[in-house]
């Protein structure tokens, strides 16, 4: 497709389970942001790559949550030993360019995460 | 990044014109002024950018201050489709890490 894909659109899971979240960026585009966004709040910056290097992790809330970027285009955000609280929408953006200039970000539909 | 301050609700009517202002008094001379929106159970989706001269889309205009302290985006016209979330994001040109807040969430009322 187009657009930025993202796997699953939503995944249901119980506390303690490892979860896999898969987004495919738009053919070509460099960058790639990972948010997570809880019910009813703002998005949350996890990770940036620039191509397969995430200069960037500060975001991750906890050592339990890793990504990785193989390729320069397929990423996953790996959870592991989920939590109740890691429940939220988890949103990829991806951007020709850097974004820091003019750089537009094209966001993926998001991965609804419940962990019961 | 450069800290953004909008309110964070406003109401609006449809057909009426909307200003959604931003504030970003630390913006330094290198930073872009992007603005986004997230419409309900989707994910953000780009308006509009600019550094200096006020901007216009076919979506949104984008008056920014002389000082660059603050902007507004301009809804000249609104619809009902227009009822999301607008944040005001400055990325920084150094570290390319986008930082969005809590935003504005506009209600337009038929």
């Known amino acids: 497709g187009a657009g930025v894909s993202q796997s699953p659109s939503n995944k249901v899971t119980e506390k303690g389970k490892d979860v896999e979240l898969r987004c495919d960026p738009i053919?070509?585009?460099?960058?790639l942001y990972w948010y997570r966004q809880s019910l009813g709040q703002g998005l949350e910056f996890l990770i940036y790559?620039?191509?397969?290097?995430?200069?960037?992790k500060s975001g991750l809330p906890s050592d339990r949550f890793s990504a990785e970027r193989t390729g320069g285009s397929v990423s996953t955000l790996t959870i592991q030993r989920t939590q109740q609280e890691d429940s939220a929408v988890y949103l990829c953006?991806?951007?020709?360019?850097?974004?820091?200039?003019?750089?537009?970000?094209?966001f993926g539909e998001g991965s609804r995460l419940t962990v019961l | 990044d450069a800290k953004t301050t909008q309110p964070n609700s406003m109401e609006s009517n449809e057909e009426e014109p909307v200003h959604l202002p931003c504030n970003h008094s630390t913006i330094s001379g290198t930073d872009y002024i992007h603005w986004y929106r997230q419409l309900p159970s989707q994910g953000p989706e780009y308006v509009i950018h600019g550094l200096t001269s006020n901007v216009n889309n076919r979506m949104a205009s984008l008056a920014i201050a002389e000082d660059r302290k603050s902007s507004t985006l301009i809804l000249h016209r609104a619809t009902l489709r227009d009822a999301a979330v607008y944040y005001c994001?400055?990325?920084?040109?150094?570290?390319?890490?986008?930082?969005f807040g809590t935003g504005t969430r506009l209600q337009v009322f038929p």
């Open positions: 953006a991806s951007s020709l360019i850097s974004p820091g200039g003019t750089g537009e970000l094209f």
């Open positions: 790559f620039q191509g397969n290097s995430a200069p960037d």
């Open positions: 053919s070509g585009h460099t960058a």
């Open positions: 994001i400055l990325p920084s040109y150094n570290t390319d890490k986008l930082i």
